[in-house]
C-alpha cells in the first residue's frame, strides 16, 4: 500500500503523512507526528535518518517497523568499537581463492600450453585475472550487501556512537553517494538506494559531516498518552484500568533521580509480568515483585520503593 | 517563501545552531517534498533537515514562530456582508470617496483592511511597520507589550475608531438603517482588534530577529586564548566554552591521526593477506596491527577558590575528549580527596563540573594536598596501573602541612607518566607556601597552564607516544 503511494505522482502529502503512520501502525509500531514526517522525508529525499535519543525508546524498533511495513529486507550492522571495514563492508575470502587455484592448476596449465613467449604467457593469464578478484571470492558484509542487494532494503545501523570515529568517517562515501570503492574491483554502485536508519544513544558526540548528510530526529520518552496507547496494543492482555495505572507509575519513576530510567521496552516488559502474574491492581506485594522489571540499580529499586511507600502513606492518612 | 526561510535559517545561525548550506539546500527540498499547506508538517520538516542536535531544538522552537507562525488569527468579518445590496453600494461608495482622500498613507492602508476584512501578508504588514515606526534597542521579550503600543500609537492605530464613527455618520445620513449599522461597526470592531494582534505579533518576531542578530558577534578567540585564567570575566566564561568545544574537536581529530600513524604493533595476517592479495599472495606489503594508544587518565584537581575555572576549563576539555581516552578518573580535593568520577559517569561534563562546585566548597586556608594524596594511596591507588597517566592540576600550595612525598612517589612508581599542571609562574615556585619544587624532580613533566592555550597544548601532549 505504501510502496504504491510513493510511486505515484500526484500526491497528497497529508493523505501520505497518515499513511505512513497507518504502515507502521500495521507493524504494531506507533508512530509520533514527527517520526512519520521524517520517514516521509526520508523516502522522498533518499537520505539517511539519524535517531538519537535515550535507550530503550524505540529506535531500533522503528527500523524494524519500517522495514516490515515496506515489505523490505532488514539489515542490521551492530556497530562496537574496533569495528572496521572487513566486518562492515566485505573481505575476501582468501581460503577459497587458494583452494581455488589449486583445484584450477591443471586448468591454467591447459591455458598456458603452447605460448611461445613468457610475454604472452603473462598476457593470456593477465586476461583471466578478473575470476580471481571478482564478486565470486569477495564475502559482502551487511554495508556492502545492503548496497549489492537486488532488491531495495533498510538498513539499520544501530548505536553508531560505539564505533570509533574513523569508522564514521568511513561510512561517508557510503551515505552520501551509495556506492563503495574496492580496490581490487573498483566502484560498486547500489542498485536500489537502500532506506538508511542510524541511531546513536548519545554517549559521544557525532562528527557534524555524519550529522549534515542525515536527516534527524531525536526520539524521547512517550507522553503518557502514547505509552498507555503502545502498551494497550503490546500487551492486549493488561486490563485499562491496570495499564492506566502501571504507565502513570512508570511516567512518575521517570521525573524522579535515578540512575537509569525505565524505558518503553521495560515497561512493556513489566506489563506482560503482571498479566503473567494476574495482577489485579498494584499493591505492595506486586510492586515487591516486579519492580525489579523497571529498575535494574539497587539504589534506584530502595528509591524508589521509599518514594512509592510515602505516598501510599500520604493516601492513608 | 524561499527569502523567509533563507532568513529563518540566517537567524538560526546567529542564535548559534550550526547549519551548513548543503543543510539549508535539503530543507528547500524537504519543503518541496511536504509543501507548506500544512503548518505542523512543514515545521517538522525544517527541524528535521536544519537542525542536528537535541538541545538545539528549543532555540528552534523559539524562532519558528516568530518567522512563519500561525500568526495571529486571520481578521473574522467582512463588513457589510448582512446589509441589503443597495446598503452595500453606498458603503463602497463612501468607502471610496473616504480613502481617496485619506492621509496618512498607512492609516489608509489599515482602515482599507478594516473595512474590506481583507487579511494584510505579513509582508505587507512588515513593510508597514518598518516604514512607519521607529526600531526600538528592546530585545528583550519583556517589553514586547510596551513596544507594541509605542507601534500603535505611530500608526496612529486609535484614528481608525475616529474614522469608522464618520463613516458610519455619512452612511446614516444616507439612509442606511440602524440596525445594519450597528452590526457594520460590530464586524469592523472585531476586525480592528484582530489587526491589532497580527501587529503586536509583527512587533515581537522583529525584536526576536533583532536579539538573534545581537547575538552574532563571535567571540574573540585568539584574545580568549591567551587570557590569563585569573582575569576571565564571568560573562567570557560562555563564550570559553564554545572556545573549547572546539579546541576539544580538533585536539581529537590531532590525536586520532597520530593513533593512525603508530604503527609499531604485531604482525596483522588477516590483514597483510589481503593487502597482498594484488600480489597474488607474495606479503610485499606487510601490515601490522594498528597499536591504539588510548591512555588511561586519573586527573586529581586541586578545587580552592584559586584554582576553580581552570579545573572546569581542565574538566570540560578532559571529558570532551573521551572517545580517545580508554578512561578516566577524576578526584578533587580541598582538605581531603573526593572521587568524582561518578559525576561526570552519569551526566553531561558541565552539569557534573557544577555539581561538583556545589557540593565541594573551599574554606579559609584548608588546602592539604600532603592529607589528599594520602588518601588517593589508601584508598584509588590500585587504579592507578603501568598505562595510566595521573595528571595533577593545582598550585601546590600547601598551607605548610606536610607535602606527603613518600605517597606522591608510590603513585609515580606505579603510573605511566606523572604530570603536573601548574597555572603560576615557575618564578613563584618555592615561594611562601609552595612545595612545587620539591614535587617537580618527581614529576616525568611540569607543564604551566595559564591561560587556555597552554591548556590545550598541555593536553595535547598527554596524547604524544613516548
Known amino acids: 500500500m505504501l510502496m504504491r503511494f510513493f510511486n505515484r505522482k500526484a500526491h497528497n502529502v497529508f493523505n501520505a503523512i497518515g499513511e505512513v503512520r497507518e504502515a507502521l501502525g500495521t507493524q504494531q509500531y506507533i508512530a509520533s507526528d514527527e517520526i512519520a514526517t521524517v520517514m516521509f522525508l526520508a523516502e522522498k529525499l533518499g537520505k539517511p535518518v539519524l535517531a538519537e535519543g535515550p535507550a530503550g525508546v524505540g529506535k531500533t524498533e522503528l527500523s524494524k517497523a519500517w522495514a516490515g511495513a515496506t515489505g523490505r529486507e532488514l539489515i542490521r550492522l551492530q556497530c562496537y568499537e574496533g569495528l572496521d571495514e572487513t566486518k562492515a563492508l566485505y573481505e575476501w575470502e582468501y581460503a577459497k581463492q587458494l583452494l581455488y587455484t589449486q583445484l584450477l592448476r591443471d586448468k591454467l596449465n591447459d591455458l598456458l ?14 586476461a583471466e585475472e578478473d575470476v580471481f578478484f571478482s564478486d565470486r571470492f569477495l564475502l559482502p558484509r551487511p554495508l556492502l550487501r545492503a548496497i549489492t542487494s537486488d532488491k531495495p532494503v533498510t538498513l539499520l545501523i544501530d548505536e553508531i556512537d560505539r564505533a570509533d570515529a574513523e569508522f564514521e568517517a568511513f561510512l561517508l562515501e557510503i551515505l552520501s553517494d551509495f556506492q563503495v570503492s574496492v580496490p581490487e574491483i573498483g566502484t560498486i554502485k547500489a542498485k536500489h538506494q537502500p532506506i538508511v536508519l542510524l541511531t546513536s544513544n548519545n554517549t559521544r558526540e557525532l562528527s557534524e559531516a555524519l550529522k549534515r548528510r542525515c536527516l534527524y530526529i531525536h526520539i524521547d520518552y512517550p507522553t503518557f498518552d502514547s505509552e ?13 484500568k491496570l495499564a492506566s495505572q502501571a504507565v502513570e507509575l512508570v511516567q512518575r519513576l521517570r521525573g524522579m533521580e535515578l540512575k537509569k530510567h525505565p524505558s ?21 506485594a506486586t510492586l515487591d515483585t516486579t519492580l525489579s522489571v523497571l529498575l535494574k540499580y539497587e539504589s534506584d529499586l530502595a528509591k524508589a520503593r ?6 501510599d502513606r500520604g493516601r492513608s492518612n | 517563501m524561499d527569502d523567509r526561510i533563507i532568513q529563518f535559517i540566517d537567524a538560526l545561525r546567529a542564535s548559534g545552531v550550526r547549519v551548513s548550506v548543503a543543510e539549508s539546500a535539503d530543507a528547500l527540498r524537504a519543503i518541496e517534498a511536504t509543501g507548506i499547506a500544512d503548518k505542523e508538517l512543514f515545521r517538522l520538516a525544517m527541524r528535521a533537515t536544519l537542525v542536528k542536535e537535541a538541545h538545539d531544538i528549543p532555540e528552534f522552537e523559539k524562532l519558528f514562530p516568530s ?24 458603503l463602497a461608495q463612501m468607502l471610496e470617496q473616504m480613502l481617496a482622500n485619506m492621509t496618512p498613507e498607512q492609516l489608509r492602508q489599515l482602515f482599507e483592511a478594516m473595512m474590506s476584512g481583507e487579511n494584510m501578508s505579513r509582508e505587507q504588514l512588515q513593510q508597514l511597520l518598518s516604514q512607519y515606526t521607529s526600531q526600538g534597542q528592546m530585545t528583550n521579550p519583556y517589553y514586547q507589550p510596551w513596544m507594541t503600543r509605542r507601534a500603535m500609537r505611530e500608526l496612529q492605530f486609535d484614528r481608525l475608531d475616529e474614522l469608522l464613527q464618520e463613516l458610519l455618520e455619512k452612511l446614516r445620513e444616507a439612509g442606511v438603517s440602524e440596525e445594519a ?3 457594520l461597526a460590530q464586524e469592523a470592531r472585531e476586525n480592528q482588534s484582530a489587526l491589532a494582534e497580527q501587529i503586536g505579533q509583527e512587533v515581537g518576531a522583529n525584536m526576536l530577529r533583532r ?27 560562555d563564550d570559553m566554552r ?9 585536539l581529537r581529530s590531532r590525536a586520532a591521526l597520530r593513533q593512525r600513524r603508530g604503527n609499531r604493533g604485531q604482525l596483522d595476517a588477516k590483514a597483510t593477506i589481503r593487502a597482498n592479495q594484488r600480489f597474488a599472495g607474495v606479503p610485499l606489503d606487510v601490515r601490522h596491527k594498528k597499536k591504539h594508544l588510548k591512555p588511561k587518565l586519573t586527573v586529581i584537581c586541586d578545587l580552592s577558590t584559586s584554582m576553580r575555572p581552570i579545573v572546569a576549563f581542565m574538566l570540560m576539555l578532559v571529558y570532551a575528549l573521551q572517545d580517545q581516552v580508554s578512561r578516566t578518573r577524576s578526584y578533587a580535593f580541598v582538605s581531603d580527596l573526593f572521587d568524582i568520577s561518578n559525576d561526570f559517569n552519569e551526566s553531561r561534563p558541565d552539569v557534573a563540573i557544577e555539581a561538583v562546585q556545589q557540593r565541594i566548597r573551599p574554606g579559609y586556608y584548608n588546602t592539604d594536598l600532603g592529607n589528599s594524596l594520602a588518601t588517593f594511596a589508601r584508598d584509588h591507588l590500585g587504579t592507578v596501573d603501568r598505562r595510566t597517566t595521573v595528571i595533577v592540576l593545582g598550585d601546590g600550595r600547601n598551607n605548610h602541612n606536610d607535602p606527603n612525598l613518600r605517597d606522591f612517589e608510590a603513585i609515580r612508581r606505579r603510573a605511566r607518566k606523572l604530570v603536573w599542571f601548574n597555572p603560576e609562574h615557575p618564578r613563584q615556585w618555592g615561594t611562601g607556601d609552595s612545595d612545587m619544587l620539591a614535587y617537580v624532580p618527581l614529576c616525568d613533566a611540569v607543564h604551566r597552564v595559564s591561560n587556555l592555550r597552554e591548556l590545550v597544548d598541555a593536553v595535547d601532549s598527554l596524547f604524544v607516544r613516548r
Do not use: C
Not at chain 1, 521509599?306 to 505516598?311: C, H, K, L, M
Open chain 1, 228 to 240: 498507555l496507547q503502545i502498551v494497550n496494543l503490546k500487551v492486549p492482555g493488561l486490563s485499562p
Open chain 2, 181 to 183: 449599522l450597528q452590526q
Open chain 2, 242 to 250: 564554545a572556545v573549547i568545544t572546539r579546541l576539544a574537536a580538533q
Open chain 1, 264 to 284: 518503553v521496552s521495560e515497561t512493556i516488559d513489566w506489563a506482560r509480568a503482571l498479566v503473567e502474574l494476574n495482577a489485579k491492581h498494584l499493591d505492595r
Open chain 1, 113 to 126: 600450453v603452447g605460448s611461445k613467449t613468457l610475454g604472452e604467457a603473462a598476457d593470456r593469464l593477465a
Open chain 2, 67 to 90: 518567522f512563519f507562525g500561525t500568526g495571529a488569527p486571520p481578521m473574522p468579518n467582512q463588513p457589510g456582508g448582512g446589509m441589503s445590496q443597495e446598503d452595500r453600494d453606498k
Open chain 2, 211 to 237: 536579539a538573534a542578530e545581537e547575538r552574532r558577534q563571535p567571540p574573540p578567540i585568539d584574545e580568549l586564548l591567551d587570557r590569563p585564567f585569573d582575569r576571565l570575566r564571568y560573562e567570557e566564561i
Open chain 1, 306 to 311: 521509599r518514594a512509592i511507600g510515602r505516598e
